[in-house]
């Protein structure tokens, strides 16, 4: 009997929970309101989805665009401070070749003078010697001839270390002169380029460039500057700067004719 009862009362629970799931829907049907609400809901639901899925690939768009953007940067720099010790290095050797060439050269040519001079100078001596013996009388036995060639020989060495210690003194004359450094006047206009602006100073454009390595600038020869970059060079290079506006004409002509307006 008690199993009878527990039956019954299940089925019974279950048709009203039948009753009341055919009650919602009915209720659903008969509302549109409501089923519009739900469709809304589930589509804005989709909308968000959507949404939220494109600002992720946005946001990993552009972080993998910073991170390639970083790298790319880093690489030049790196190719720019390899370049620039490069460039140093080179320049530096070009430089002490150029020194030593000219030092050579001069050298050369200084002892070649000086040794035409000193040459000219023991000839003559040797002429006047031989005049001289001419008009004494001849010495016949072998010692005075061993005698004579042993006072050339003297002679010439004392004419020998006469010119080399003039050629010394001479080339120290020549090596030891001031070289004066001439400043300018730099007139600079919004832009200039670094071999233009190294003309104005009369100087090698190496220099300029090595002068802006020095203040924390990379830049090659033909690189274009802008006018404060270009007058801290030519003023750390110890030139006066002059500073031009690229329109200064032209606002001077307007500014003559408000002032004829004006009168």
Do not use: C
């Not at 000219?120 to 006047?128: K, L, S």
Request: hydrophobic share 30%; no cysteine; charged share 40%.
């Amino acid at each position: 009997a008690k199993a009878e009862e527990q039956v019954k009362h299940e089925a019974k629970e279950q048709a009203k929970r039948e009753a009341a799931e055919k009650e919602k829907v009915k209720q659903s049907k008969n509302n549109p309101k409501t089923a519009k609400s739900s469709k809304d809901s589930a589509a804005y639901t989709e909308k968000q989805r959507r949404e939220a899925e494109a600002a992720e690939l946005k946001r990993e768009a552009e972080e993998e665009m910073r991170r390639t953007v970083e790298a790319e940067a880093k690489r030049v720099a790196e190719e720019a401070r390899r370049m620039a010790e490069e460039n140093s290095n080179r320049w530096s050797s070009n430089d002490e070749t150029e020194d030593n060439a000219d030092y050579l050269t001069t050298t050369s040519r200084h002892a070649r003078e000086a040794e035409d001079e000193n040459d000219a100078q023991e000839e003559g001596r040797r002429a006047r010697n031989r005049g001289g013996k001419a008009t004494r009388q001849k010495k016949n036995n072998k010692h005075s001839e061993i005698a004579d060639r042993e006072e050339e020989r003297a002679v010439g060495r004392t004419n020998k270390t006469k010119g080399k210690q003039k050629k010394t003194s001479s080339l120290q004359q020549s090596f030891t002169k001031p070289v004066a450094v001439i400043y300018r006047d730099v007139v600079i206009g919004e832009t200039i380029s670094v071999a233009e602006l190294a003309n104005k100073m009369a100087v090698k454009g190496s220099q300029v460039v090595k002068t802006m390595m020095k203040m924390g600038a990379m830049v090659t020869i033909n690189q274009v500057v802008d006018q404060e970059t270009a007058q801290l060079v030519a003023e750390e290079m110890g030139h006066k700067v002059i500073l031009r506006r690229e329109n200064e004409l032209e606002e001077a002509i307007l500014n003559d004719r408000d002032t004829g307006e004006a009168v």
